[in-house]
């Protein structure tokens, strides 16, 4: 149980250090590429896949080059919700998307729908609901009145695809060390291409802060995928326990985070969408 505690410690301190990105003047962008500098010197130091693994993953290059485009593109959405919308939310949209997959699963894996499932798709979009209304401050349609609410949505519509792609490199047999390096390293060149065209148009300077930002992100993000792996291997016979315990531990330690660190404010209805979201991973883990 160690390894999910630290899993889901290492998830919510990724959103905490985004959240206080702009108090420390920390460039997001240029620390989302560094991140990916040390995501690809660990996956290669922890992992260590050999040339004809590596070789595998042509099978599936179209889900490695998506998730390459995914995973720095959605990383700056999450930046950007945990900016507008705040942990709880950002936290609770992202393992909410798992409904996406599960969704997939059904259309395009041919796994069959159980009751328990379908009770937590349907309590899960209640909860997204609830989560993510809030009451405008500004009047009708500002700016930061649409960020609560589109990035949120962005973080779950991009991690739901993000994780059907994952199930397409795992249901291709790609042994896992060398997928993780392909997705990163791929996830390492386009960070780089549009931190290089953003630097052009902008003249912005690279920071020694957000190259701090970025290997402290790296190290917490690897180790979130590690701790989680870990806890599969340890126990093995229990997906269900390790699936329930890594989501569940991720919303209440973002919540706590949230509400106690930065004070963000929930509505009721927001704290009916959290309540509601627990239902529904505890749930989908049944199910």
């Known amino acids: 149980m160690i390894y999910l505690l630290l899993a889901a410690l290492?998830?919510?301190l990724v959103s905490v250090l985004l959240k206080l990105a702009r108090r420390l003047e920390v460039d997001v962008g240029q620390a989302i590429a560094w991140n990916y500098v040390v995501a690809v010197a660990l996956s290669a130091w922890a992992f260590a896949p050999a040339a004809p693994s590596l070789r595998a993953t042509a099978a599936v290059w179209p889900a490695l080059l998506g998730l390459g485009v995914l995973l720095p593109t959605?990383?700056?959405a999450l930046a950007g919700s945990v900016r507008h919308a705040g942990i709880v939310r950002s936290e609770v949209a992202q393992r909410l998307s798992l409904m996406l997959s599960l969704l997939a699963a059904f259309v395009l894996f041919g796994e069959s729908l159980s009751a328990a499932k379908a009770w937590g798709i349907a309590a899960g979009l209640a909860a997204l609901a609830g989560l993510v209304w809030r009451p405008?401050?500004?009047g009708a349609g500002t700016d930061a009145d649409a960020g609560r609410w589109l990035f949120p949505l962005l973080v779950f519509l991009g991690f739901g695809v993000i994780d059907v792609l994952f199930k397409r490199v795992a249901q291709a047999g790609?042994?896992?060390?060398a997928a993780l390096l392909a997705m990163f390293a791929l996830a390492l060149?386009?960070?780089l291409l549009l931190q290089g065209w953003r630097l052009a148009r902008t003249n912005a300077r690279l920071g020694r802060r957000s190259v701090a930002a970025g290997v402290l992100l790296g190290l917490f993000n690897f180790?979130?995928?590690?701790?989680y792996l870990r806890a599969h291997q340890a126990l093995p016979g229990r997906p269900a326990l390790v699936f329930a315990g890594m989501n569940l531990g991720v919303v209440a330690l973002g919540a706590l985070a949230g509400l106690v660190l930065f004070r963000e404010r929930l509505s009721r209805l927001n704290l009916v969408g959290l309540a509601l979201a627990v239902l529904a991973i505890a749930l989908l883990a049944r199910g």
């Open 10 to 12: 290492c998830s919510v």
């Open 74 to 76: 959605i990383f700056l």
């Open 136 to 138: 405008s401050r500004g």
């Open 174 to 177: 790609v042994p896992l060390g």
């Open 189 to 191: 060149l386009v960070s």
């Open 223 to 227: 180790g979130n995928i590690l701790c």
